[in-house]
Nanobody, 119 residues
């Protein structure tokens, strides 16, 4: 079993910055992908950013140029640096991991961390 824990959410003013962190632990042989998704009230869960073991990154269109995803797969962590935050970035942010737990590829989600952008 793999545990995924996010941290770093909170309240920030428009134009401000926040960094989220995610740590995975448990039966992990290797990590294929770690990603951040977000879900606003009444909306679907959307990809924010993802990073592969090879370092390739992919961002949602609404965050390109403002958010940066960074990995440390040796320590099973990923971070999301968020700049120039806007009220529409308000959401619960979830960490997603795709790992080899010894039985092939498995996917796990964290419980989420709330980000509120408001003055």
């Amino acid at each position: 079993q793999v545990q995924v824990v996010e941290s770093g959410g909170g309240l920030v003013q428009p134009g401000g910055s926040l960094t989220l962190s995610c740590a995975a632990s448990g039966r992990i042989f290797s990590i294929y992908v770690m990603a951040w998704y977000r879900q606003a009230p009444g909306k679907q869960r959307d990809l924010v950013a993802e990073v592969t073991s090879g370092g390739a990154t992919n961002y949602g269109d609404s965050v390109k140029g403002r958010f940066t995803v960074s990995k440390d797969f040796d320590n099973h962590t990923v971070s999301l640096e968020m700049n120039t935050l806007q009220p529409e970035d308000t959401a619960v942010y979830y960490c997603f991991v795709d790992v080899d737990s010894g039985l092939g590829s498995d996917h796990y989600w964290g419980q989420g961390t709330q980000v509120i952008v408001s003055s």
